[in-house]
């Protein structure tokens, strides 16, 4: 097929915006898959993403569409929604030569859309507005039109307007890509030029590489070089994905497809990189390769200690699939022995804690989540602090920095002021403040991360009932003065619990967090006092009276299954129980320090 | 041999903290259910030897002797009552007559179990019980001209009752040989639960309780009542074979609406609603070995029945290798004779959580 008749494009979307019933119908219509094999939102292949409605990477499809008497061929690569995958979702971009934006029509457009869209005009791809949903009795069409046009500046006159749940005026979309992404360019008969957009790991091929084809082409037996990594390896396959893989002969310029060669670990895969030929290669790799790096932590441990070994291979088997997931030994004295994790931001946290419980069948205790402070000794050391237990005495410390990012909200004007408050109680610098529209303010700030991870999502929706959304980028660091808290219960430190706040914050954090573990921990046969504080200074101080009795009156009628039933229930609580020094306390008392909130 | 428990639904009113299957039935629905139960006794075909039978709801008390002598007349073609069987049945104060109490010592019945609850009026009819004080010192006066064992039934934590103690003097006065004090348990769905939202209704707190409980024990003990079992009570000889039987890990075959049996490693529990029991169905389970050790240590720990630690091992489990089981030991908290262990009654009241320590 001649490169004029093939287009390569992706979605843009706000989640819920419905980007998985689009794909599908776009299959759908194609008759890419039959529509017997068809399986509602098809390119979802986790479990966790179908059951979550949220699509964090969709798989990339081949569709053949037949317009005006020509075929056409079109390929979906897909971005992940989520502003954790930023620097993936521009390398997927950049593989294409024009993104759809879909638009709910009566949500209207949010601030990760915008974001994403963003990053879409700044790699020069042509973007077709949709507006989906419009079956809804709330679909607002006309004023959602006009805010793509004020808001983002794009010509939404004559743009499909879809409902692709009940498949209405699908051929719309069809026909806008075709007419209005321009068809790729390259040249076939020059030196091999690939883009990496992801990857995935197979058990019988090895490590997978998604490519974009941009000169040259690429066959089964080439010699082939990364040139970010400067490995080098020997093609055993390539393919296209009709969207499950299909061995080809070849990849040409302008097309997109996968390629195999016996790649051992998906390290040696990094997104972004470059793919060119061993003997002839270019010169200089594509610009924007960058090593990803994570930026929120946080400690997984298992709740059976015996099941340490299982959950390292349980790691090991994820990272094979995810080269941004990072992990270290880590021994607490509260939780054992466990893993020190880092990942791109709370919601690839939240997906890898439940893979490991639901895929891997692992019962996990996770500590509270941190970002990695800069600290500066004062001897002139400089180390990086993810767990906050390793941060030094304050008396080796010089001065201690914190990641900082800029976070653009999106939201009706009403919550202005409620957004501007918790803003600030997260030490958040005003920017800057615009009215889009009559319905619509964008408001910018500038917030250490370590404030964002604290809840930042959970109220910010609470606030605003679920009408603002969210986006952040990284904006260096910044010098802050920060305290370690830690907590003592009964006297004994337990350091799954310390963690690092800003000084003024100190006290009234401490001061919840005692108050909330007087609530999560269960009376003990004694009194159990629990102190906050910072260095050897008590900040903060509850106590947990003593147990006065615990047990149950009657066994009715011989009725013993029931009683033990309940035994059994208290048991696996129990299970989920860690010991500093004599007290007990369960698993959720970690996650606990999230949960602080000034809106309680 | 076995323990037989006959299950009998009627109540004239339903008490509000009950949360039990109970009913006041129409004449139909009253045969209709006492012909299911000598239908089911009937079907019966295991172990024929009783050595307890226990009539318990419900309200037993409101059978007439004519259903009753019906009832009997089938379990005695059924099964061989062992001479000196323990035969109970639970009254209230309320229900019972001279005609009656007669008639159970005719039926062979040498226990009887009184639901007095408290001796305070306006408690009585805050908790929907129907009888008074007078009531109960004129059912008790009845029941001693024929019975000699006789039990009580006492709630602690209800609202205002910090101490309870008046009422066990009272009712050892009239000739009471065994006191079940059973703390409160406000379920959902009971009048009580709504009462105690709506802050209509204030029971003791979980110290409050705890005091009170420490009380009764204190003066029980006193008057040589041996605390056998966490809520029971007794004068050396006076304590109840029927629940004696179900700590000691025995058999035991249950008849009527929801009434629970264990034969031969099975525990099944008949429906717990008329269409499902008159239907016939059953829930079984088979315990298995590591079942039965939490049993054996759950049910034994609560009385001074103790738990075998030979039985234990037999099952897989050596408890001396426990470390937990050591600590209680030196601690005090459980006590070692031969091949049995108990739980301290001074521990009583923290008796779940020792259990849960000992098989977690």
């Known amino acids: 097929m001649k490169l004029s008749n093939k287009r390569n494009f992706c979605i843009i979307a706000h989640i819920d915006h419905g980007k998985s019933t689009l794909a599908d119908r776009l299959i759908e219509m194609s008759g890419t898959v039959a529509k017997r094999d068809m399986q509602a939102q098809i390119l979802d292949s986790m479990e966790l993403e179908r059951e979550k409605g949220i699509t964090i990477k969709l798989a990339p499809t081949r569709l053949i569409y037949n317009y005006k008497g020509e075929e056409f061929e079109l390929n979906l690569i897909d971005t992940p929604g989520h502003v954790d995958f930023t620097y993936e979702v521009s390398r997927s971009l950049v593989a294409c030569e ?39 009795p709330s679909a607002r069409v006309s004023e959602v039109k006009k805010e793509i046009e004020e808001v983002i500046g794009l010509d ?35 030196k091999l030029k690939c883009l990496i957009f992801d990857s995935h790991y197979d058990n019988f091929k090895g490590a997978i590489c998604l490519i974009r084809v941009f000169d040259g082409k690429i066959k089964k037996g080439d010699r082939i070089l990364m040139m970010q990594t400067k490995k080098e390896f020997e093609v055993t396959e390539v393919g296209i994905f009709v969207p499950t893989t299909k061995e080809c002969e070849v990849l040409k ?80 004295s509260a939780l054992g022995y466990g893993f020190r994790c880092g990942f791109l931001g709370l919601l690839h946290l939240e997906i890898i804690t439940e893979r490991l419980e639901r895929e891997f069948n692992l019962d996990i205790i996770t500590t509270a ?32 920095e914190e990641p900082m990012v800029n976070v653009n909200i999106f939201s009706p004007p009403d919550y202005v002021g409620t957004i501007m408050e918790l803003c600030q109680n997260k030490r958040g610098v005003y920017k800057n403040m615009v009215y889009l529209d009559k319905r619509r303010v964008e408001l910018k700030y500038r917030i250490p991360l370590g404030e964002i991870i604290y809840d930042f999502f959970d109220s910010l929706k609470s606030r605003t009932r679920g009408y603002a959304s969210f986006d952040y980028e990284f904006d260096g660091f910044e010098s802050a003065e920060l305290v370690r808290v830690d907590i003592l219960l009964n006297g004994e430190k337990c350091d799954a619990l310390s963690m690092i706040v800003h000084k003024e914050k100190a006290y009234s954090r401490g001061r919840e967090l005692a108050e909330r573990l007087k609530k999560i921990i269960p009376r003990q046969l004694f009194e159990v006092p629990i102190q906050a504080c910072i260095g050897n200074k008590i900040i903060a101080r509850e106590t947990i009276s003593a147990m006065r009795k615990d047990v149950l009156a009657k066994c009715y009628g011989g009725d013993i299954t029931r009683k033990r039933k309940l035994l059994e229930k208290q048991k696996e609580g129990k299970k989920r129980m860690r010991k500093i020094g004599s007290v007990e306390i369960p698993a959720e008392a970690f996650m606990s320090i999230l949960k602080l909130d000034e809106d309680k | ?59 037993p008390s409101l059978l007439t002797t004519e259903e009753l002598g019906t009832i009997f007349q089938k379990l005695r073609q059924k099964f061989e009552i062992l001479s000196g069987a323990e035969i109970t049945i639970e009254v209230n104060p309320n229900s019972i007559s001279e005609e009656k109490v007669k008639f159970y010592r005719e039926m062979g019945i040498n226990r009887v179990s009184v639901g007095v609850q408290s001796l305070n009026n306006k408690t009585l009819k805050k908790i929907g019980r129907l009888h008074s004080k007078r009531d109960v010192k004129l059912a008790l006066k009845t029941l001693s001209k024929y019975y000699d064992n006789i039990s009580a039934d006492l709630i602690l934590g209800l609202e205002n009752e910090k101490n309870v103690c008046h009422y066990a003097k009272k009712l050892l006065k009239w000739k009471v040989k065994h006191i079940s004090a059973y703390m409160l348990e406000v379920h959902k769905n009971t009048p009580l639960f709504e009462a105690v939202n709506r802050g209509e209704y204030r029971p003791l707190s979980a110290d409050g309780v705890t005091k009170s409980y420490e009380k009764l024990v204190k003066f029980l003990k006193k008057y040589h009542f041996f605390q056998y079992e966490v809520s029971n009570f007794a004068i050396n000889g006076f304590e109840s074979k029927h629940n004696l039987n179900y700590w000691s890990y025995g058999d035991y075959v ?26 016939g169905e059953k829930n079984c389970e088979k315990i298995d070995s590591k079942m039965e050790i939490e049993e054996r240590i759950m049910l034994g720990l609560r009385s001074q029945v103790g738990v075998s630690k030979l039985a234990l091992k037999k099952l897989g489990y050596d408890i001396t290798l426990s470390e937990t089981y050591r600590k209680l030991l030196k601690e005090g908290v459980i006590r070692e004779d031969g091949d049995r262990f108990y739980l301290n009654e001074k521990f009583y009241k923290f008796a779940d959580y020792h259990i849960l320590n000992l098989i977690a």
Not at chain 1, 273 to 294: F, M, R
Not at chain 1, 319 to 326: I, M, R, T
Not at chain 1, 376 to 400: F, Q, R
């Open chain 1, 98 to 136: 024009g993104a759809l934006l879909l638009v709910d029509a009566s949500q209207g457009v949010e601030a990760q859309t915008l974001a994403n869209t963003f990053l879409a005009l700044d790699n020069n791809l042509e973007i077709v507005p949709i507006i989906n949903k419009i079956d809804l």
């Open chain 1, 156 to 190: 939404a006159e004559d743009c499909p307007c879809i409902s692709a749940k009940e498949g209405l005026n699908i051929e719309d979309v069809f026909k806008a890509i075709i007419e209005k992404i321009p068809a790729p360019t390259g040249d076939e008969n020059a």
């Open chain 1, 253 to 332: 310029a302008g097309e997109v497809g996968y390629v195999a060669g016996s790649i051992k670990t998906i390290a040696d895969v990094k997104v972004g990189d470059t793919i060119t030929s061993a003997s002839n290669p270019i010169s200089e790799p594509l610009a924007g390769y960058k090593e990803v790096q994570p930026v929120v932590f946080c400690g997984i441990f298992p709740v059976d200690g015996a099941r340490y070994g299982e959950l390292k291979d349980a790691l090991d088997k994820l990272k094979l699939n995810d080269a941004s997931l990072q992990f270290l030994p880590e021994n607490s």
């Open chain 1, 369 to 400: 989540p941190s970002v990695s402070y800069n600290v500066y000794k004062t001897n002139g050391d400089v180390l990086e602090v993810s767990n906050p237990s390793n941060l030094p005495p304050t008396v080796e410390i010089a001065k201690i």
């Open chain 2, 1 to 59: 041999m076995v323990s037989v428990y006959i299950h009998i639904p009627f109540c004239e009113k339903k008490c509000n903290y009950c949360a039990f299957l109970s009913f006041c039935p129409s004449n139909a629905e009253r045969k209709r259910y006492l012909s299911a139960l000598i239908d089911e006794i009937e079907r019966y075909d295991g172990d024929n030897v009783a050595k307890t039978i226990y009539f318990g709801g419900g309200t």
């Open chain 2, 254 to 279: 249950g008849f009527g609406i929801s009434a629970h049996s264990f034969l031969g490693g099975v525990r099944s529990a008949n429906s717990s609603n008329l269409k499902g029991y008159y239907g």
